[in-house]
């Protein structure tokens, strides 16, 4: 028994140091190799991400990154900039605990970060508490999220909302359509997981399509996030309604799978498009992954259209020896150096003077897209109002709308099974 | 007639009603049919080796989706680094993951065996959470998915195709059922496990050794389920959470066919499997499929408890 217990201690203990080898720094300051090393008391910026998570890992990594560029150009005010990193678990209470810990405990200057509307809804009363200034790059679901910062200047919201991302989709698709004739997009087919993020996605499809003249049905599947990964009866239905455009709302999980079942039942629509928050890391490689499109806010081929991408592109890979994979990298080093010119620019931290400052923002992001803020349907400080359509080609995420930022013509119409 | 005579027991009854439902749908839609037993083969061959452990060993392992998990992780690893085909790297998988499976009863298992059950359960849960959470730390919540052509290989009979990589589930659950039936009812050692599983002190009164009969059950129950994720793994993602829907789903037949019971496993992951896929293919009643299976569940149980008591 004792021998029994000894073994189990060790494996706890060797066990802790383990994963406390693996946890991330809390804070960091990054170091600063510039010849004007800024100097003084640093100014904070709090981040709450999902550091379990891919995007909320690779943002904080690029916040980071932004730091230490920033402090390499002489800080913020000649002051270093710290990045205090807190790690929200994904969860809503936990998020909250971690705005009040960076306000009272390390008492940040401001809040920046997040993805999660689930946690970002859980974080409003505390960021009402406190009214610093918050610059988030996450949460999209305006009706929990939006109103309560109706009347909040302090409030700086950058990822589009979810009815901005539709509206934009809409542009784009009819903007394809008479550029490209030989697209027909009329006819859609909604394959939406069963659970709040499709169901609701799927809801503002039902809205808006038909506004447009177009026909739109649906049917629901499990996520293999939630114990599902059988897609094959909602793709017999889609099959059998005959769609211009397949578009399935679901998770990175759901990626691949579906691909493949689409084709094991033999569904190839002229236009295949996928809507999950992130891709897995390997679909690019998948034969089956060509001419699938999909939505976001940024792609790795930007880097041959956009030199504030492509430097991000290289810094990031020099610093980390690996290479971004989602459009959260690119969000949180934008989240950083557009707070941080906002206070150069003020040349005060007053809050007042940084609110000006930031409401002035003009900032060639890493995403393609110059950031400004105006006031959206509620808030007053809204940033990017549109995601980009994109296309998976020769394993490669290319921009196929804005046709002033693309980097390929879309790929149509989308090639039967048979011949990849 | 014999043939009406056989009608009168209640067995060949529902072996009777399942033969005209499964014409019904081989006339109505073939592919609920077909995919209905890919679905419950996949529910089935999860679930005996947890029914295994139950039925011999007492434990419920709240970590056996986990185990799976694993076993998918080192399919894709092995693949990734080192070509190997997931149905190869499925011999590996057995080896390794009898030897893990072995550890972990001697180290966690054993020494909570004579505990009260809410004990075993909680520890059963609390390597379920480690095991979760020590693949999250190491290869973060992003899905990992092996791309293999044949995967999606289907058949055409007419105008309907079909998938026929699952029908790897459906060879997966036989093999398993009929090699676990072979095992305990003709190898002494599955023979012994049996008697264990009814009675141990009994068994250990005519020299049984109780301890190792448990070691190797648990060994083989985690080397299967390891080896069903290797499987699992050319179909599905693989992230941390991908085998734990499948612990309760396999926690939820055994409770219908009863403890031990290995041919009730088949039957209900039938039941179960079919009734998801009928419900699936009617247009908007996809959601409904969870409500459907507890509520069979529910009543399979208390159909059960009603002819016991009635015994």
Request: hydrophobic fraction near 50%.
């Given at each position: 028994m004792r021998k029994v217990l000894s073994i189990l201690l060790t494996l706890v203990i060797a066990t802790s140091i383990f994963i406390s080898g693996c946890a991330p720094a809390a804070t960091t300051t990054p170091a600063s190799t510039g010849s004007k090393a800024p100097t003084g008391e640093p100014i904070k910026f709090g981040a709450t991400v999902t550091l379990a998570d891919i995007t909320g890992k690779e943002a904080s990594n690029a916040m980071l990154l932004a730091a230490k560029e920033i402090n390499a150009a002489g800080g913020v005010l000649g002051r270093p900039l710290q990045i205090v990193i807190a790690d929200d678990q994904g969860k809503g209470e936990v998020g909250a605990s971690s705005l009040d810990k960076l306000a009272t405990v390390d008492n940040v200057y401001a809040f920046i970060g997040g993805m999660s509307s689930g946690v970002h809804m859980a974080q409003i009363p505390i960021m009402k508490k406190y009214a610093k200034i918050t610059v988030t790059i996450g949460a999209a679901a305006s009706p929990v999220i939006e109103a309560p910062f109706a009347d909040a200047d302090w409030y700086f919201h950058i990822h589009p909302w979810d009815y901005e991302q539709t509206s934009g989709y809409i542009t784009g698709f009819k903007e394809m359509m008479t550029k490209f004739p030989q697209m027909t997009l009329k006819k859609w087919f909604i394959g939406y997981e069963e659970g709040a993020f499709g169901s609701s996605g799927w809801k503002g499809f039902q809205t808006l399509w038909p506004q447009q003249g177009w026909d739109v049905n649906g049917a629901s599947f499990k996520s293999a996030l939630m114990g599902g990964g059988d897609y094959r009866a909602a793709l017999r239905q889609a099959k059998d309604y005959n769609p211009d455009a397949y578009m399935w709302l679901g998770y990175a999980a759901d990626a691949l799978p579906m691909v493949e079942q689409a084709k094991e039942i033999n569904f190839a629509p002229d236009m295949f498009i996928g809507a999950p928050p992130g891709w897995p890391a390997d679909f690019g490689k998948s034969p089956l992954a060509e001419s699938v499109s999909l939505f976001g806010m940024w792609a790795p081929s930007l880097n041959s259209v956009s030199p504030a991408a492509k430097h991000f592109w290289d810094a990031y890979v020099a610093e980390y020896k690996t290479e971004p994979t989602g459009y959260f990298a690119p969000l949180g080093y934008t989240n950083v150096y557009v707070l941080a010119n906002a206070i150069n620019k003020a040349g005060t931290l007053d809050q007042a003077a940084v609110i000006t400052a930031l409401k002035a923002t003009s900032y060639d992001s890493p995403t393609g897209q110059t950031l400004t803020f105006k006031p959206s349907d509620k808030i007053k400080n809204q940033g990017f109002t549109s995601q980009k359509i994109l296309q998976w080609q020769k394993g490669v995420q290319t921009v196929i709308w804005p046709f002033d930022i693309k980097t390929a013509d879309p790929e149509y119409p989308f090639p039967t099974w048979d011949k990849r | 007639m014999p043939i009406v005579r056989l009608l009168k027991q209640t067995k060949y009854q529902v072996i009777a009603a399942a033969i005209i439902i499964a014409i019904l749908l081989l006339l109505w839609k073939p592919e609920i049919l077909i995919e209905g037993i890919q679905r419950s083969s996949l529910y089935a061959v999860i679930a005996l080796p947890m029914a295994l452990i139950l039925g011999v060993v007492g434990i419920i392992n709240l970590a056996h989706g986990d185990f799976m998990m694993l076993g998918a992780y080192t399919a894709y690893f092995l693949a990734v680094k080192t070509g190997?085909?997931?149905?190869?790297?499925?011999?590996?998988?057995?080896?390794?993951?009898?030897?893990?499976?072995?550890?972990?009863?001697?180290?966690?298992?054993?020494?909570?065996?004579?505990?009260?059950?809410?004990?075993?359960?909680?520890?059963?849960?609390?390597?379920?959470?480690?095991?979760?959470?020590?693949?999250?730390?190491?290869?973060?919540?992003?899905?990992?998915?092996?791309?293999?052509?044949?995967?999606?290989?289907?058949?055409?009979?007419?105008?309907?195709?079909?998938?026929?990589?699952?029908?790897?589930?459906?060879?997966?659950?036989?093999?398993?059922?009929?090699?676990?039936?072979?095992?305990?009812?003709?190898?002494?050692?599955?023979?012994?496990?049996?008697?264990?599983?009814?009675?141990?002190?009994?068994?250990?009164?005519?020299?049984?050794?109780?301890?190792?009969?448990?070691?190797?059950?648990?060994?083989?129950?985690?080397?299967?389920?390891?080896?069903?994720?290797?499987?699992?793994?050319?179909?599905?993602?693989?992230?941390?959470?991908?085998?734990?829907?499948?612990?309760?789903?396999?926690?939820?037949?055994?409770?219908?066919?009863?403890?031990?019971?290995?041919?009730?496993?088949?039957?209900?992951?039938?039941?179960?499997?079919?009734?998801?896929?009928?419900?699936?293919?009617?247009?908007?009643?996809?959601?409904?499929?969870?409500?459907?299976?507890?509520?069979?569940?529910?009543?399979?149980?208390?159909?059960?408890?009603?002819?016991?008591?009635?015994?």
């Amino acid at each position: 028994m004792r021998k029994v217990l000894s073994i189990l201690l060790t494996l706890v203990i060797a066990t802790s140091i383990f994963i406390s080898g693996c946890a991330p720094a809390a804070t960091t300051t990054p170091a600063s190799t510039g010849s004007k090393a800024p100097t003084g008391e640093p100014i904070k910026f709090g981040a709450t991400v999902t550091l379990a998570d891919i995007t909320g890992k690779e943002a904080s990594n690029a916040m980071l990154l932004a730091a230490k560029e920033i402090n390499a150009a002489g800080g913020v005010l000649g002051r270093p900039l710290q990045i205090v990193i807190a790690d929200d678990q994904g969860k809503g209470e936990v998020g909250a605990s971690s705005l009040d810990k960076l306000a009272t405990v390390d008492n940040v200057y401001a809040f920046i970060g997040g993805m999660s509307s689930g946690v970002h809804m859980a974080q409003i009363p505390i960021m009402k508490k406190y009214a610093k200034i918050t610059v988030t790059i996450g949460a999209a679901a305006s009706p929990v999220i939006e109103a309560p910062f109706a009347d909040a200047d302090w409030y700086f919201h950058i990822h589009p909302w979810d009815y901005e991302q539709t509206s934009g989709y809409i542009t784009g698709f009819k903007e394809m359509m008479t550029k490209f004739p030989q697209m027909t997009l009329k006819k859609w087919f909604i394959g939406y997981e069963e659970g709040a993020f499709g169901s609701s996605g799927w809801k503002g499809f039902q809205t808006l399509w038909p506004q447009q003249g177009w026909d739109v049905n649906g049917a629901s599947f499990k996520s293999a996030l939630m114990g599902g990964g059988d897609y094959r009866a909602a793709l017999r239905q889609a099959k059998d309604y005959n769609p211009d455009a397949y578009m399935w709302l679901g998770y990175a999980a759901d990626a691949l799978p579906m691909v493949e079942q689409a084709k094991e039942i033999n569904f190839a629509p002229d236009m295949f498009i996928g809507a999950p928050p992130g891709w897995p890391a390997d679909f690019g490689k998948s034969p089956l992954a060509e001419s699938v499109s999909l939505f976001g806010m940024w792609a790795p081929s930007l880097n041959s259209v956009s030199p504030a991408a492509k430097h991000f592109w290289d810094a990031y890979v020099a610093e980390y020896k690996t290479e971004p994979t989602g459009y959260f990298a690119p969000l949180g080093y934008t989240n950083v150096y557009v707070l941080a010119n906002a206070i150069n620019k003020a040349g005060t931290l007053d809050q007042a003077a940084v609110i000006t400052a930031l409401k002035a923002t003009s900032y060639d992001s890493p995403t393609g897209q110059t950031l400004t803020f105006k006031p959206s349907d509620k808030i007053k400080n809204q940033g990017f109002t549109s995601q980009k359509i994109l296309q998976w080609q020769k394993g490669v995420q290319t921009v196929i709308w804005p046709f002033d930022i693309k980097t390929a013509d879309p790929e149509y119409p989308f090639p039967t099974w048979d011949k990849r | 007639m014999p043939i009406v005579r056989l009608l009168k027991q209640t067995k060949y009854q529902v072996i009777a009603a399942a033969i005209i439902i499964a014409i019904l749908l081989l006339l109505w839609k073939p592919e609920i049919l077909i995919e209905g037993i890919q679905r419950s083969s996949l529910y089935a061959v999860i679930a005996l080796p947890m029914a295994l452990i139950l039925g011999v060993v007492g434990i419920i392992n709240l970590a056996h989706g986990d185990f799976m998990m694993l076993g998918a992780y080192t399919a894709y690893f092995l693949a990734v680094k080192t070509g190997m085909d997931p149905m190869l790297a499925m011999i590996p998988a057995i080896i390794a993951f009898f030897a893990i499976g072995t550890l972990a009863y001697l180290a966690l298992i054993r020494p909570i065996l004579g505990s009260p059950e809410l004990n075993q359960l909680l520890l059963t849960f609390g390597l379920s959470l480690v095991l979760e959470e020590l693949v999250n730390l190491m290869f973060t919540s992003q899905p990992y998915k092996l791309s293999i052509g044949y995967v999606s290989s289907s058949l055409t009979v007419g105008n309907f195709t079909f998938g026929t990589f699952e029908f790897v589930y459906v060879l997966a659950a036989a093999v398993v059922f009929i090699g676990l039936h072979y095992f305990l009812k003709k190898t002494r050692l599955g023979q012994s496990a049996t008697a264990v599983g009814q009675n141990p002190r009994g068994a250990k009164l005519v020299g049984i050794d109780v301890n190792r009969t448990y070691l190797i059950m648990f060994s083989l129950s985690i080397a299967i389920i390891a080896t069903i994720g290797v499987l699992f793994s050319m179909r599905y993602s693989v992230f941390p959470l991908a085998g734990a829907p499948y612990t309760m789903k396999s926690f939820c037949l055994i409770a219908m066919a009863g403890i031990g019971n290995l041919i009730g496993v088949l039957w209900y992951s039938a039941l179960l499997g079919v009734s998801e896929s009928i419900i699936t293919a009617i247009p908007g009643a996809a959601g409904w499929a969870d409500l459907v299976f507890f509520a069979l569940i529910v009543a399979a149980i208390l159909i059960r408890s009603y002819r016991q008591r009635v015994k």
